[in-house]
C-alpha cells in the first residue's frame, strides 16, 4: 500500500510540476519503481507541457515516407509530443504493477480476425515484430509504447517484466509468445486480459502509445473456449469504454462497412464517433471499377476523427519475406499511382495515420490530463485512507519488530479489557457480548443448570450421619464438623464428573 501511494503521487507531483520529496522521503520505494521511473519523475517536475498544434497536413509529407521525418529536432520533437507521452507510458506502467486503474488517454486498436490489424502496426513500427498464424494470434493486450531514437540508429525492444533486457525485433515475436503461453498454460487458444508491456526504441518511429487487443471472432474453432466471443467482447469494451481513449477500429476495405465489428464496438460505447479512427486496409484488394473514396471523405459512415486509408502487406507477400520498407515504399507508389485517390491525399497512407494518431493522442493527453490528475488524487487520498487502517509498518530488525509485537499485544489487552468492563467506543446492539455475556452467563444458563442438580442423590442419611460423627472423633460437637460437609460435597463432585 505504501508503494501504491508513492508511485501516485510520484507521477501526480510529476504532472503538477511539484516537489520530488516523496520519493526522497520513501527511498525503500525506489527499487520497486525501478531507475526509470526516477529519472522519469525527475524529469516530470520541470516539464512544461508545449500547446496544442493543428494537425500536420498532407502536402508536408507527401513525398517523405515515416521513416524519413527528421525528429532530431528539438521543436519538432515537442510538436509531436516527445516529451508528452512518456508521461502517461509511465503512468500506464505504475497502474499495471499495482493494479490500480486510472482512465488514462490511449489509442485502443480493434478489429476482427484477419482485418489486417497486426499489418497496420508492424506499417506504425516499420518491422516485423508481431506472432503471425491463422486464426485467433492475439491472445494477451499488447501495450506498445513507441520512442524515437534520436541519438543512434541502433532499434531494440524492452518488455517491462523484463526491465533492461534488449530484444531484437525475431527475438520480440518469441517472447510475446513464450510469455502468453506462460500465462495461459500452453498453446491454448484460451485468453487473458493481463497486458504485455513492449517499448520500442528506434530512429523510424513517432512517439505513440497504442494498445492491441485480441481479434473479434464469432464461432469458436478448434480448441477455443464455446464463449470466446463474449470474452473478447468483454476485454474489448474493458479497454474502449474509457471514456479518455482514442479507439483505432480497423475494417478491411474489400468487405461490406456494415459487416464491421470493429465500428459496431466502437459505436456502442461512442455513439456520436467523436473518440474513433477508422482504417481502412487492403485498399488494394478491392473489386475493380470500386473504391474507398465516399468512406475516406466521410459521407458513408462519419466519423468526427474521419478515416485513414492504408495497404499493407498480403499473406503472400509475408511468406514471400517482402520487408516493412518495402511494403512502405510500394504503399506510397500504389496511391500515387491510383489517381482517384488524390482527393484525398490527406488521409491515406501508413505515414499520416501515424502523424494522425500521434497528433489525437498528443491533443488528447493536454484535454484530459485535469482529469487524470483528479483520479490520481482520489486514488491516493482512498488509498492512505486504507493504508491507516493498517496501523504502523512493520521494522526491519528484531527490535522494532519485537516493539510492533509488543504494541499489538498492548492494544489487545486494552481492547479485552474495554470489552469486559463495557467501556468500548462501539456498543454493540445486536447480540451481548464482553462482560455482560459473563454476568449473563453466571446469572441466568449457570444458576439454572446449578439449580437442577440434586446435591443428595446418591446420599442417604445413614451415609451423611456416619461422616458427621466420623469427623467430630472422639469427641462430640454443639456443631456439625466443616470437614464432613467438605468430604461430601467432595464425593458428590466427583461422581458428577464421572457421570
Known sequence: KICHITMLRCVSRGILSTSRSCLISHPSVLPILGYSIYRTTQHLTNTVLPHPQPLIRRAQYTTHPISSVDLTDEKSREVVGASLLPVVNKLQEVCALVGSELNLPQIIVIGGQSSGKSSVLE?????????????????????????????????????????????TFGQIKHEVEEETDKLLGGKSKKISPE???????????????????????????????????????????????????????????????????????????????RRTVGVLTKLDLMDKGTDAVEILLGKAYPLKLGFVGVVARSQQDILAGKSISRALKDEHDWFKSNTIYNSVSTQVGSDILALKCNRILTRQIRDKLPDVKNQIRAAIKNTEKELATYGSPVGQTMSEQGWVLMDLINKFVHQFKSDIDGVREEIVTSQINGGARIRYIFDETFVKQIHKINPVESLNDTQIRIAIRNAAGARTSLFIPEKAFELLAKQTIEKGRLM
Open 123 to 167: 506499417n506504425l513500427v516499420g518491422k516485423d515484430f508481431l506472432p503471425r498464424g491463422s486464426g485467433l494470434v492475439t491472445r494477451r493486450p499488447l501495450v506498445l509504447q513507441l520512442y524515437p531514437n534520436t541519438e543512434s540508429s541502433e532499434e531494440w525492444g524492452e518488455f517491462a517484466h523484463k526491465p533492461g533486457s534488449k530484444f
Open 195 to 273: 497486458p504485455i508491456i513492449l517499448k520500442i526504441h528506434s530512429p523510424k518511429v513517432l512517439p505513440l502509445t497504442l494498445v492491441d487487443t485480441p481479434g473479434m471472432t464469432r464461432v469458436p474453432v478448434g480448441d477455443q473456449p464455446q464463449d470466446i466471443e463474449d470474452q473478447i467482447r468483454k476485454m474489448v469494451h474493458q479497454y474502449i469504454n474509457n471514456p479518455n481513449a482514442i479507439i483505432l477500429a480497423v475494417h478491411a476495405a474489400n468487405q461490406d462497412l456494415a459487416t464491421s465489428d470493429a465500428l459496431k464496438f466502437a459505436r456502442e460505447v461512442d455513439p456520436e464517433g
